[in-house]
């Protein structure tokens, strides 16, 4: 299941990034390679953009704690899911307006010539417990930021923006924070759900 989503959140980064550059609402920032990013990172850069604190074991993907004692068993179907793009452009969601919570947790520029980010990092929280983002927003506001922190979480019913995005975040490595917009995908309890936070992130 992480493979195929992993192989999905790509596409869909990749679809949606080249739709935004097809209607002209971006403009295309410097293409770098990885290396050529981390040429560019003084001390001070490296320093600015990691973590105070190092992730927990037994966490999701930034910080919060799994109990594996209530992880239930996923029962895939037979026949597996539908197209997830279908069934969101057959059930033409509305997204919710965003709702803006901002907090400061460590405030850095991005590492790029206009001080905006080149790129969007798409990440999926993978916690069985938790299909809340508020719930997931409240751990990282309430000292889980010091491990890791994005711009902002979605879930089926919210979007929820607690980092302004003109400052970088603490959610893809010294490198990937200092050069991207970060938001996660919350954990989806269902197809519909997921199908749902995946037309809002969009």
């Not at 004692?69 to 279908?86: D, F, L, Q, R, T």
């Not at 452009?89 to 803006?100: A, S």
């Not at 269902?190 to 969009?202: H, L, P, R, V």
């Amino acid at each position: 299941m992480n493979r195929k989503l992993t192989k999905f959140l790509i596409g869909f980064t990749m679809v949606s990034a080249t739709f935004l550059f097809a209607t002209n609402n971006v403009q295309a920032g410097q293409v770098l390679t990885p290396d050529e990013m981390k040429t560019q990172l003084n001390s001070q850069d490296t320093k600015e953009a990691t973590p105070i604190k190092e992730k927990k074991a037994k966490t999701d993907d930034i910080g919060v704690p799994i109990d594996s004692s209530k992880v239930k068993k996923a029962i895939m179907p037979k026949a597996g899911y539908p197209s997830v793009n279908n069934y969101i452009y057959q059930h033409n969601y509305l997204h919710p307006n965003i709702t803006q919570d901002l907090h400061t947790f460590s405030i850095f520029n991005y590492k790029t010539d206009d001080n905006r980010p080149n790129g969007v990092v798409v990440h999926y929280t993978d916690n069985p417990n938790n299909y809340s983002a508020r719930s997931e927003a409240d751990y990282e506001i309430n000292g889980g930021w010091q491990s890791a922190f994005v711009h902002t979480f979605i879930d089926a019913r919210t979007i929820l923006n607690i980092h302004d995005t003109d400052y970088g975040a603490w959610g893809s490595g010294a490198v990937g924070n200092k050069y991207f917009a970060q938001f996660e995908m919350v954990t989806a309890r269902n197809f519909e759900d997921f199908a749902k936070t995946t037309s809002y992130s969009a």
